[in-house]
C-alpha cells in the first residue's frame, strides 16, 4: 500500500460514487449524447435525428414477433473447415464472437405469429463476424424456409451483412445458391417471401437472398449494396450521386418497395399479410 493511499484512508473519505458506463450512447449520425435508456426505449432509433442503430437478433425478433415464438436449434456444421489463419485462427475468431454474443452464429430463426399471422422470421444479426455469410448462416435461413414451407406461411427474413465469410472461402459461396433454391420453393408453394433490409445489406447476401423477396422493405437510411461506394467510384470514375446506396435511394430507383420506420414495422407485415395469407386460426 503505498503512502497516498494510507493517507487518503486515515481521512476517512467515502470511495467515488461509482457511474454506469453505458449511461450514455453518442448517435453516430448527429453525434449527440443521449441517454442509453431513453435510446433502447426508442427501439434504438435517436429521438433527436431519427437515426436507426443496429440491433441484436433478439431485439429484433421480439420487436416482430408476438409472445411465445420458439427459436429454432442452430444448425450444426463443420467449423473451420479449410483451417483458415490470417492474422489469427478462424476457430479463435468463432469464439471470440460466440464470446459477445447469445447465439452461435449469425443467423436466427424465430416461428410464431406476427399479430395473428402464421410466420417465420429470419434474423441476421451484424454483430456476429459482421453478419457474414458461412456455412451456418446458409444452413439456419434454409432450415427457416423449411419451416416455413411445413408451416405453410410467410417466411420474413431481416438482413443485416458484410458479405460472404472468406474464411469458408468457396463454401460460403455454395450458400448463395442454396439460398436462391430456397426462395423458389417459396414461390412455388404459394407462400408469402418478405425480405427487411437493414444497416448494412452488402456483398453477397444482396447478390442473392436479400434481393429476391415479393416485397422488399427498408429501414431509413439503411445501406444497401453490393461493393463498397470507394470501389465503385474508382471503378467508374464518376462522382456518386448523394445518398447513394442508400435505402431511400434505391426507394426511389425501385430497388426496394417502401422504407418503413422500426415502430412500424410489425404493423406494416401484419397488414402485408393481411393481403398475403390469411390469419392464423384462434
Not at 467515502?14 to 448517435?27: F, G, M, N, Q, V
Not at 431485439?59 to 420458439?70: K, P, S, V
Not at 445489406?201 to 453490393?226: K, N, Q, R
Amino acid at each position: 500500500m503505498s503512502w497516498l493511499t494510507r493517507v487518503r484512508n486515515s481521512l476517512g473519505l467515502s470511495p467515488k460514487r461509482a457511474t454506469e458506463k453505458d449511461l450514455w450512447i453518442k448517435c453516430p449520425s448527429c453525434q449527440e449524447m443521449l441517454f442509453t435508456k431513453e435510446y433502447q426505449e426508442n427501439l434504438a432509433v435517436c429521438p433527436r435525428c431519427d437515426h436507426h442503430g443496429r440491433i441484436g437478433a433478439d431485439e429484433r425478433l421480439a420487436l416482430l414477433l408476438d409472445e411465445g415464438f420458439d427459436l429454432l436449434a442452430q444448425p450444426q456444421v463443420k467449423e473451420d473447415p479449410l483451417k483458415f489463419r490470417d492474422t489469427k485462427k478462424y476457430t479463435d475468431r468463432l469464439k471470440q464472437a460466440r464470446a459477445n454474443n447469445p447465439h452461435e452464429d449469425a443467423f436466427s430463426v424465430g416461428s410464431g405469429t406476427i399479430d395473428g399471422h402464421n410466420a417465420v422470421v429470419g434474423v441476421q444479426d451484424f454483430s456476429f463476424m459482421g453478419g457474414s455469410m458461412g456455412m451456418a448462416v446458409g444452413m439456419a435461413f434454409c432450415a427457416g424456409a423449411e419451416r416455413a414451407l411445413s408451416r405453410k406461411c410467410a417466411y420474413v427474413v431481416c438482413t443485416a451483412a458484410g458479405g460472404a465469410r472468406m474464411q469458408e472461402g468457396i463454401l460460403s459461396l455454395m450458400q448463395m445458391p442454396r439460398a436462391t433454391v430456397m426462395t423458389r420453393r417459396l414461390r412455388e408453394a404459394g407462400l408469402p417471401y418478405i425480405v427487411v433490409l437493414t444497416d448494412p445489406t452488402t456483398g453477397g447476401v444482396t447478390a442473392s437472398y436479400a434481393m429476391l423477396g415479393d416485397i422488399h422493405i427498408a429501414e431509413p437510411g439503411c445501406l444497401i449494396g453490393f461493393a463498397g461506394q470507394r470501389v465503385i467510384q474508382d471503378t467508374i470514375r464518376e462522382k456518386l450521386p448523394e445518398g447513394f446506396q442508400r435505402a431511400e435511394y434505391l426507394h426511389k430507383h425501385g430497388m426496394v418497395d417502401m422504407v418503413v420506420h422500426r415502430k412500424d414495422l410489425k404493423a406494416q407485415l401484419a397488414n402485408l399479410l393481411d393481403f398475403l395469407q390469411p390469419r392464423a386460426a384462434a
